[in-house]
Each structure stands twice: as C-alpha cells, then as structure tokens.
C-alpha cells in the first residue's frame, strides 16, 4: 500500500467504522470519536485546508449541521441533554468539515455497504438464531441497529437503479438481500414501515425519471418475497401480535406497545406547557413525576419511566422546544433541496436515507443514538459532493 493509498484509508476511517464496528460493538459510537480525530488529523497533515474551505463555501447542509451543534450545546448546558447527542454532533461537524467528499466514491460505498450488510445479517442471526435471545437484551438496542439495517438497504437500492454493470447489480442485490433479513429478524416494525415508504420513493422516482428496469425490478421482487418466505413464521408472528395490541387498545387497554406510544404522544401539550420556545431539556423527567401525581400518567406508564417519547419530533420539541423542532425538520428538508447539485444515483440514496429516518422518526428517536445520528449526518453530508456533481461517484 502506498503513501496516497494509507492516507485515504485513514481520512475514510469514521465511514469504515460506520459500516462495521458501530453495527456490532457496543459504546462502538464513542469509538467513532477516536476514528475522526484520526481522519481530521490526515486530512490536514495531506490535504491541509483545502477540503475545509471548499466544504464550508459549499455544503448549506454542513453550516446546518454546525448551528445544530450550536444549541445542542446552549440546551445541553442550560437545562441539561444527551452527551451522545453532543458527542455525535461535535464529532461529526468537525470531521465533515474537512472530509474530502470525492473520496466516498460509488466504488467505495459499495464495498462497505456489501460489507455492512454481511455484518447486519451474521449479527442478527447470531443472536436471535442461534443464542436465541429476546432482542431487548442483544448488546446494541435493536431498533437503532434496524435503522442502520435498513440504511444499507436503501443504499443498494439506490445503487441497482443506475448501474448498468452486472458484478455491481449482483453486489448490491446480495447487500439488499442480507440487510432486509436482518431488518426482518429485528421484529422492529416502525423500521419496516419506514424502509418499505422509502423503497416505493426510490421506485417511484425511478419510475418518474424513466430509469427502471423491469426486468431486475422483477427479478428484486422475486427475491423480496422468498426472503418473506423464508421468514415467514417472524413476519407472521409480529402481525398476529400487532393485531393483538390494536384490539387491546380498541377495547380501552393501552398498556400495550403501541399504547404506550399513544399515551406519551397525547401528553406533549402538558409536558410543553409553558416552554414551547426552549423546551425542558433533563427536567422533562420532572414534568412526567407531575404529571402522574396530577393522575394524568398511568400506573404503568410511569413505572416505564421512559428516557424518551417514542417520537423524534415530539421529544425535540419537549426536550429542545420550537427552537429545537425546527432545526430538527431543516435538518430533514434541506438535504433535499441540495440534491439537484449531485448525481442521480446520489439522489436516490439521499432521498432514500432522509425518507427512511423521516419515517422511523414517527415512532422513535433515531436522532437521539450515537450510532444512527452519526450515520444520517455522515452520510447525508458526505453524499453531497460539490466538487463532482454530474460524475456519480
């Protein structure tokens, strides 16, 4: 390996992490810490400052990112917040300021999302196969780790819409393969949802843009549905479950699941009486103890004792208030807006990936975990790549 070729690997460090360590060890996001201080230091021994002003007289999404982090830290330390959240806003604004974005290339990210995928697999088949455990007590919280699961997928989705050679269709179509089971194997079913709404967005694009391929679309579905086969006895017993909870629920019983969520999400207009601008930040903890005592929080509820709200936009504006919500849905839509500066294939997976976390969003707080905030802000930013935008790198 040469002196360029070591360089490249150390400023790629944080995006190897991603689609490898973060997915298996647990705390692995503040390892991620250690991996960018290494990539930033490379990057200015090789590059200097060149990838640090081109970024910043380009990327809208980045100046985002570092008002974001901003006041996270005026909220952190005026009423309290996540050091997770802290820690993955600083290390990710300070490594995307001077990541060089031609080094993601489509090479690249393929490899590492076959890669991740492979992982996602053995990691969920270890534990729920062969240990046998309830997926509450794996290392890594398994609806953060489905959300990963699902980013890949959406990766290579994105990836088998525009390429025309087979040896990359065949690595992306194994990626899809192996990341949708093991999403299947998570029994997460805010993140099926949420993966299935951002497929149908990338093939209604696809559709829209006149760039689809029925015959590996037919092929894809084929697939799809032998993985459904497979796993069939997961799929049916996560729906005969459901159906439980909403009979529970219809019949005046919310200690559920999914009545748990419904008795969190009508409390937000008392949890936010009286600070709407700037939210409650740890005090919300109080607010819940109040609650309950007033006989507005039930029994169970309470005893659940929950960290959060089980809805991304609803935690942000208790804990962060309209301040808060409203960076949090800029940091949804101005991707978006930034698109048309990148590559079709780009697009696909910008689009996918915000779509995907917009979803999973609606019934947990994706942005709230190390690993899942890295990889949205990682690879939403380092996916828009000024310097090459019609290459589809």
Known sequence: MNKENIFKFLMLLPYIWLFTGLLVLRNSDKTMIVMMIIAIAATLFHRGLVPIKENLKNDKTLWLLLVITGYALFSYFYHGGSSREIRALIGASLFLICFPRELLTQRV?????????????????YYSLYININRAEWP????????????????????LSRTVSLN????????????????????????????????????LLKIKNKGIN?????????ALLSIGFIVKP?????????????NAITSGNLDTSIGFRFQMWKLAPDMLKDNYILGLGDKHALRFDKLYNQ?????RLFNFKPAHYHNQYLDNFIKTGGIGLLLFLALLIVPITQVKYVSTDRKYKIIGTVGLFAIAALTDVP??????????LLLICGLINYSNPKKGL
């Not at 990626?175 to 093939?203: E, M, V, Y």
Request: hydrophobic letters at 55%.
């Open 109 to 125: 990210l393929l490899g590492l999302t076959l890669l991740a995928s492979s992982l996602c697999l053995a990691y969920a088949c």
């Open 214 to 222: 029925w015959k590996y679309t037919t092929i894809g579905l084929a």
């Open 168 to 203: 990359v269709k065949l690595q992306a179509a194994l990626a899809l393969i192996f990341s949708l089971t093991a999403i299947i194997f998570t029994d997460t079913r805010g993140i099926w949802l949420g993966f299935t709404i951002a497929a149908i967005i990338i093939l």
């Open 367 to 376: 942005f709230n975990h190390g690993q899942t905030l890295s990889t949205y």
């Open 295 to 299: 006989g507005l929080v039930s029994e």
């Open 140 to 159: 890594i919280n398994a609806i953060p780790f489905a959300t990963m699961c699902a980013v890949f997928g959406i990766l290579a989705i994105a990836q």
């Open 234 to 246: 997961q799929i049916e017993q996560r729906i005969v479950q459901t159906q439980a909870e909403i």
